[in-house]
C-alpha cells in the first residue's frame, strides 16, 4: 500500500509539472461528430471520480508477489509513455463556451486539471488497462457473466464521463482506450509467458506416486 501512495504521488507531481511547463507549442484537439453528440453532463462527475474506486480494485484482488511486480511494472510504463507523449507532444482540449462557474463541482476540476495534457487520455488509458485486468480476475474467480458486464459497464461509463465533463474529446479517448489495452495485453502475455517458464523449471509434483515395492 505504501509504495502505490509514494508511486502515485510521483505520478501526480511529474504530471502536474508536465502540464504547467509545455515544452513546445499546444495542440488544441480538434472536435468530432461524437463530441457533437455528447452533452456537457455535470452529473457525469461521480463517474469521473469513481476511477480511483476502480483502479484500485485489479490491485486490491492481485494473487501474489509475482503479479504484484508485473502489475507495478506495467502501470509505471503507461504513465511513462502518457508523459513522454505529452513532453514530446503537448495537447489541450478546445474552450467549449461554457460558464464553469455555474458548475462549481466541475469548475474545481477545471482548476486543479487544467486543459493540457489531453492527449491520450490517461484516465481513459487507465480506466481501459483496469478492465482488462479485472475481467481477467473475475473469470478467474468464476464470478459469472453479471459481475463481467458491470465491469465492462463501469469501464465504459467513465469514458462516457471524460467526454461530458469536458475534460477531453473523443479522439483523446479513443487514443488513451488503445494504450491502455496494449500496455494491458502487453503485460498480460509477459505474465502468461513467465508462468509457463516457471511451470517447466517447477519440479513435479509427488502426489499419486505410489513407492515401488
Known amino acids: 500500500m505504501g509504495s502505490n501512495v509514494a508511486g502515485l504521488a ?3 507531481i511529474a504530471y502536474f509539472w508536465v502540464l504547467h511547463h509545455p515544452q513546445f507549442a499546444v495542440t488544441v484537439m480538434p472536435l468530432t461528430w461524437l463530441d457533437h453528440q455528447i452533452a456537457f453532463e455535470p452529473a457525469a462527475m ?6 480511483w ?3 484500485s480494485l485489479p490491485l486490491a484482488l492481485l494473487k501474489d508477489r ?9 502501470t509505471l510504463a503507461l504513465s511513462v509513455i502518457g508523459l513522454a507523449i505529452f513532453i514530446a507532444w503537448p495537447t489541450a482540449v478546445p474552450a467549449f463556451g461554457v460558464d464553469w462557474s455555474r458548475y462549481p463541482s466541475v469548475a474545481f476540476l477545471k482548476a486543479v486539471d487544467l486543459a493540457g495534457n489531453a492527449c491520450p487520455s490517461l484516465h481513459v488509458a487507465f480506466a481501459a488497462f483496469s478492465a482488462v485486468w479485472l475481467d481477467r480476475q473475475l473469470r478467474e474467480m468464476n464470478v459469472g457473466v453479471p459481475a463481467r458486464v458491470l465491469n465492462a459497464a463501469w469501464c465504459i461509463g467513465i469514458v462516457y464521463s471524460t467526454l461530458a465533463t469536458r475534460q477531453h474529446v473523443a479522439l483523446d479517448a479513443l487514443a ?13 502475455h509477459g505474465l502468461r509467458h513467465l508462468e509457463r517458464q516457471l511451470a517447466r523449471v517447477r519440479p513435479p509434483s509427488s502426489e499419486g506416486l505410489r513407492p515401488v515395492v
Open 10 to 12: 510521483v505520478f501526480f
Open 46 to 51: 461521480p463517474l469521473y471520480v469513481s476511477l
Open 53 to 55: 474506486v476502480y483502479v
Open 66 to 74: 509475482r503479479e504484484l511486480a508485473s502489475y507495478g511494472v506495467a
Open 176 to 188: 488513451g482506450a488503445l494504450l491502455g489495452l496494449v500496455v494491458a495485453a502487453l503485460q498480460l
